[in-house]
């Protein structure tokens, strides 16, 4: 087993209780890392044989530039279960949501999940 790792993808959306932060799109980073089984992909050199990262990405993407939400708490679920989505074989998903300058005195603000498959 090892883990893919996508560190900060950067999306600007819409997500946000107050109406400040449903004005424009702000900046959100996305780190994802998914447990997945590289014996195969190993031994075979086969993109085939484990999960595309490029896949993750599209995942990702459609979520966090997609329906507006209130809380990062559920865009972090939302993000987990489209990742989940793109290949069974992914076990354990970690997503870190960080919104980057959010309208109150810090740098930034987020959340991480972990999702364990069933």
């Known amino acids: 087993m090892g883990w893919i790792y996508l560190r900060r993808l950067r999306f600007f959306a819409v997500h946000g209780l107050l109406p400040e932060e449903r004005r424009h799109p702000q900046e959100f980073w ?5 447990q997945v089984d590289f ?5 075979t050199d086969d993109v085939a044989d484990t999960v595309n990262y490029a896949d993750i990405v599209a995942a990702v993407r459609s979520v966090v530039e997609g329906e507006p939400v209130n809380l990062l708490e559920r865009l972090a679920r939302q993000v ?3 990742v989940r989505a793109v290949d069974r074989r992914i076990g354990a998903i970690e997503v870190t949501i960080t919104k980057v300058r959010p309208p109150f005195p810090v740098d930034s603000a987020g959340v991480e999940v972990t999702w364990y498959a069933d």
């Open 30 to 34: 996305v780190d994802v890392r998914c």
């Open 39 to 43: 014996k195969r992909a190993s031994e």
């Open 80 to 82: 987990a279960e489209a």
